[in-house]
């Protein structure tokens, strides 16, 4: 059994998500660690349904059984080259990608987050 906390975050590529993501995540969860699995413009990709999302859901497998995470963020971000949409369509594709994970992973609690163009992390609720 691991003593640290896992959490599971899928964000965007950009490097300069990926820092506000985990302080975030730790500070406002008690997260040891956050395995991080990304792509260009992850909300993009998790709410198009077109997208072939197999590898993805085989790290979330990883994180979730290996190392005993039972919560995943999804993250949307401003300035977002992988997922070029405003503000509110971002937001649309969180939701959705949410809500699409959360039949996938009952068991598991399911969160947003936006960084906006401050690289501040909020909540987005559903
Ligand atoms: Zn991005």
Redesign the pocket.
Known sequence: MNINKFATCLN?M?GRVQLPAIQWISKNYGIDYVDMITE??MDGVLSNQESDITSILMKINISLKKHGSEKIFIVG?FD????LVDREVHKKHIKLAVSKLKVLFSSSEIVGLWISENWEVEKIYI
């Open positions: 965007c950009d260009a413009g971000h977002c080259a992988g997922n």
